[in-house]
C-alpha cells in the first residue's frame, strides 16, 4: 500500500484529536500536562487500531484490498463511537462508549478482512476480454 493511503488514514484519528484538544482548551487552561494527555495519548488512543492493522498487514503481506479494509473498519469504529458525543452523555460524565472502540474495531476488521478475502476467492476473473470459442465449438458451426 502506498504511504499516501497510509498517512491520509491516520490523518482521521488526528482530525479527532485536534477535535478533541478544541473542546479541551474550552474547558480547562493550556498546560503541557493537559496538551500531552489530549494530544499524544489521545492520538495514539485514536490512532491505535488503524496502527495494529498496517503492522499486521506489512507482516503479513497482506494485498492492498486487505490493507484497505481492515483501516476502513478501524475508521469506521471511530467515526461510529464518536458520534455517541451527538447524544446524551453518561450521567457520571466520562466518555463510557470509547471502552467500545477497541474491541468494536477489532471485530470490523476481522469482518471487512474477511469478507474482502472470501470475495477475491470467488469472484470470476476477468482480465478485460472477451471470451473466444474453443477450436472444436468454433468449427463445429461451419
Known sequence: M?????VAYLGLPA???LGTLVVALQRE????QMFAAVVIGGYFFYAAPH???????ALAKFSNALW???LIAASIAMLAIAAFWLFPGDPSGLPMQWLLY?????ILQIVLAGLTALYKRTR????GM???PKSGAADAGR
Do not use: Y
Request: a positive charge; hydrophobic letters at 55%; charged letters at 10%.
Open 15 to 17: 482530525l479527532l484529536t
Open 124 to 127: 470470476v476473473p476477468n482480465n
Open 51 to 57: 496502527l495494529l492493522w498496517v503492522v499486521l498487514a
Open 130 to 132: 472477451q471470451p473466444t
Open 29 to 32: 487552561p493550556f498546560g503541557l
Open 2 to 6: 502506498r504511504r499516501k493511503a497510509v
Open 68 to 70: 484497505h479494509a481492515g
Open 102 to 106: 477497541w474491541p468494536l474495531a477489532v
